[in-house]
């Protein structure tokens, strides 16, 4: 079997920061989780000279750059086993590679169940934003992508998942129903029916309700029978979507969103309503983005 055709199991970028090591505990108890390998790779900065820089960089650097990335992959390693304490530890390959981050957590992603990376912090301004290569890997990889905060989410919180009939929320349905089953928890499945804001007095609101209820249920069905263990709570509503699933995610150990949903431009590499919910949830959130 050739390198190209090693499966990495989860993969998680690493650099040594608080929002990283959280991230290597919530892959490592996923990698037990779905009995896979860990993979955890750190991009060794500084791969090749500036371009204005017209002489050679001194070895000294390159080594010293060699040595923090392998202190770094050390100390992520030892989050992991503190992590999963008391289980079965999967295999845990822990690989520094020149190069920049998103471009090689990317190219990783290729051949992996899942990609991890931590998010950032908030700003001075009290705002959460978005890591540039957590916001580059949603956006880009070529499978899911799982951003993860630094809080500790609760461990007996169910898993939400938006549902908007779309082919990438059917990807992230499935991705929830085999979550919620590993871990033995609820599943919400959040849909709502409109973003309106606006009042009409004749409209039927009751029968459009009815009819978003049945479309669900009859969409969710193949999912139930396929997972009977899964408890599952409906939640539909007119609502704006990503609204209902940030409050939702307030007491949710994990989020699942397709990459675009019924209204995304087709250009579009990550809808309006995932972009929103990975940047502001406070717990994990995975794009189910399809492989490919």
């Known amino acids: 079997m050739s390198e190209h055709d090693v499966r990495h199991g989860i993969v998680v970028g690493v650099d040594g920061s608080p929002a990283s090591d959280a991230a290597v505990a919530w892959a490592a108890r996923n990698a037990v989780l779905r009995g896979v390998g860990l993979t955890l790779v750190y991009a060794l900065p500084g791969a090749a000279s500036p371009v204005w820089l017209d002489v050679a960089l001194p070895q000294d650097y390159w080594d010293y750059q060699d040595q923090q990335g392998q202190k770094i992959l050390d100390a992520a390693r030892g989050v992991a086993v503190k992590a999963i304490a008391g289980h079965q530890e999967p295999r845990i390959i822990a ?8 471009a090689t957590l990317i190219e990783y992603s290729r051949r ?35 951003v993860i905060p630094e809080r500790e989410p609760p461990s007996d919180g169910p898993v939400v ?31 709502t029916w409109t973003d309106l804001n606006f009042e009409f007095p004749d409209l039927k609101w009751e029968d459009l309700s009815a009819e978003a209820e049945r479309a669900l249920a009859e969409q969710l069905a193949g999912w139930c029978e396929r997972y009977p263990d899964v408890v599952v709570r409906r939640v539909v509503m007119p609502d704006k979507p990503a609204r209902q699933l940030l409050a939702q995610a307030e007491s949710a150990q994990l989020v699942v969103v397709g990459n675009r949903g019924r209204g995304g431009f087709t250009g579009l590499l990550l809808g309006s309503v995932s972009s929103a919910v990975v940047h502001s949830a406070m717990s994990p959130v995975i794009v189910a983005r399809q492989p490919g």
């Open 95 to 102: 690989k520094a590679v020149p190069g920049h981050a998103v």
């Open 112 to 146: 992996a169940d899942l990609v991890v990376v931590g998010s950032r912090g908030l700003s001075k301004w009290g705002r959460r934003l978005l890591g540039s290569v957590s916001s580059s890997l949603a956006a880009h990889a070529h499978g899911p992508v799982a």
């Open 161 to 191: 998942v938006g549902v908007d009939g779309s082919r990438a929320s059917e990807f992230a349905t499935e991705i929830a129903f085999d979550e919620a089953s590993r871990r033995g928890v609820e599943l919400v499945v959040v849909h």
